[in-house]
């Protein structure tokens, strides 16, 4: 990789284009070098200085934030938690493009249920709900504002991001097929978040064992119209789409949630979803801050080895300021770092580590921040909403479409905002190679070929992008990880406790945010 690529990049005309200005933007977010020590580095000198701690949690992800959360409830101030990057959060964390807020990854949490109730107590603690009157009310303010989403399909945008105008009576009725199956599954298991609450029941362990796809095949359900809708599900949750995900992941979207609804249909309610505009580093930031101001939090802080020893644990980690390794002993070592990062640092890692290192495939992701100086002139129909999708965009990439940075203001006139634009790779064979050899502006283009029917001066109103790439963002449920993951509780010992989002076999909040309150909670 050339380090012109993701150094703050040069400022490029856009050609071609009438009254197009100069479009500023970079890299940002995420050190790619860094992340990369671990992997290109042999040289590591000895350690300079020795650090004692009761406990130590290696990776400051929404898992080690819960981690160390857990800790505190418990009365316990003698920990630290290191940290790789700058800022602590892992996929949930913030930037501001000209002086507005907006998310590097992770942009919305689902109203949790009553199967994390660790989640449901984080928000009370945050003032995100109370109850009144004996019953529990959401902050408004923290709820996605109205309108929630549209679809840009055949020339216009149209509410909901299910294909709907124009479409074919068949079309409909394999929606409803798709819609029976899936509440007869939600019938017949017990679909939960975080899954990791309960083992995986046979039902769930057959329909992991198949491609989503594959079983959509079985089931007669052709359409391209749910099945585009079905493969955003997957890439927008997992990272890759239903040829590559299991069926248990492709139900799992639906079945652990609201099901699935054809709009016209008699169904309950959809949930609500809270948001920001700094998306989920709204959470981690609060979780982080007492850690800071406690000096408990290191960044810059690159984990190079985890061993126990006779009286506790040993662990080395290179400081980025000090250009120096610092080893750190403790009594206990919460490892929430990535399976793939755990069993390279762990020394003498157990079978089972190493077996769920080798099961799990990751989805490399990209995350541009698109400054527009005024609101963007749209097609006919549904007004702008926070999530819009562009059907079948895009010069052979998929991308997720964008959420409006500034969807969640309160505003009377429209100005300036971001535009959160995602995309996922993990479908593509190279598509972590692509992700990183590809300099900032292929993927400028890429957004406004992707964006630009629906908004035609696009062009015109983008000031600056700031490009945020993950080579390794999630874990892909892909046959037969259930198997693998399910019914094992992440490792543990009197040592030593795992926590991860990783354990669960894919990558949400609520997943990372149950197993890392666990591991705090074990830990003596």
């Given amino acids: 990789m050339k380090r012109r690529h993701f150094l703050a990049a040069s400022a490029l005309p856009l050609l071609g284009c009438d009254n197009a200005r100069e479009i500023q933007g970079g890299f940002a977010g995420v050190s790619v070098e860094r992340g990369h020590l671990l992997r290109d580095r042999k040289d590591w000198p000895a350690p300079s200085t020795t650090r004692r701690t009761r406990v130590l949690i ?133 679909w939960v978040i975080p899954v990791t609450s309960r083992h995986a029941d046979a039902v769930q362990l057959q329909l992991d064992a198949v491609p989503f796809q594959g079983w959509l095949e079985q089931q007669g359900l052709t359409d391209p119209q749910l099945r585009w809708y079905l493969d955003y599900c997957c890439r927008d949750d997992y990272g890759a789409g239903l040829a590559m995900v299991s069926a248990w992941a492709g139900i799992h979207y639906f079945a652990s949630r609201h099901g699935f609804h054809v709009p016209g249909d008699e169904a309950g309610e959809r949930e609500g979803v809270l948001t920001w505009p700094e998306g989920n580093a709204w959470l981690t930031q609060r979780l982080a801050a007492p850690l800071a101001a406690a000096g408990q939090l290191h960044t810059g802080q690159t984990v190079l080895r985890i061993a126990q020893t006779k009286h506790g644990v040993e662990v080395d980690a290179f400081d980025k300021t000090t250009q120096s390794v610092q080893r750190w002993q403790a009594q206990h070592c919460i490892v929430a770092l990535p399976v793939m990062v755990a069993v390279r640092v762990l020394q003498d890692p157990p079978a089972q580590l190493r077996q769920c290192a080798a099961a799990l495939r990751y ?13 963007l002139q749209d097609r006919p129909g549904a007004a702008p909403s926070w999530d819009n999708v562009v059907y079948g ?57 992707d964006l630009g029917e629906a908004h035609p001066d696009l062009r015109q109103r983008v000031t600056r992008m700031s490009i945020t790439r993950y080579g390794h963002a999630m874990a892909m449920p892909i046959p037969g990880t259930l198997r693998q993951l399910g019914g094992h509780a992440p490792l543990t010992s009197d040592r030593l406790s795992f926590a991860h989002a ?18 705090g909670n074990r830990t003596v």
């Fill in 58 to 190: 290696a990776g400051g992800g929404v898992a080690g934030l819960a981690a160390a959360r857990a800790l505190r409830l418990r009365g316990m101030a003698n920990f630290s938690l290191l940290e790789l990057e700058d800022s602590a959060g892992g996929n949930a964390r913030a930037t501001q493009v000209n002086g507005l807020p907006c998310p590097m990854g992770a942009h919305y949490l689902p109203v949790p249920g009553d199967d994390a109730p660790q989640l449901q107590d984080l928000l009370e603690e945050l003032g995100l709900r109370r109850r009144v009157s004996g019953r529990w009310q959401w902050d408004a303010r923290h709820l996605c504002h109205s309108p929630q989403e549209r679809l840009f399909f055949q020339g216009a945008w149209q509410e909901g991001l299910l294909p709907l105008q124009g479409v074919s009576p068949q079309t409909l009725d394999q929606y409803r097929k798709f819609s029976v199956l899936v509440e007869q599954l939600r019938r017949a298991a017990h």
């Fill in 363 to 375: 989805a490399p992701w990209l995350v541009a921040n698109v400054h527009i100086d005024r609101p």
């Fill in 393 to 449: 965009a895009g010069p052979g990439l998929q991308s997720l479409g964008y959420v409006d940075a500034g969807h969640q203001n309160l505003q009377q006139v429209p100005g300036a905002s971001v535009l959160s634009w995602y995309l996922a790779l993990g479908d593509l064979a190279q598509g972590r190679r692509l992700l990183l050899e590809q300099p900032w502006t292929h993927w400028r283009d890429t957004l406004l070929a």
């Fill in 502 to 519: 990783d354990w669960a076999g894919y990558s949400i909040f609520e997943e990372a945010f149950a197993l890392g309150h666990a591991a």
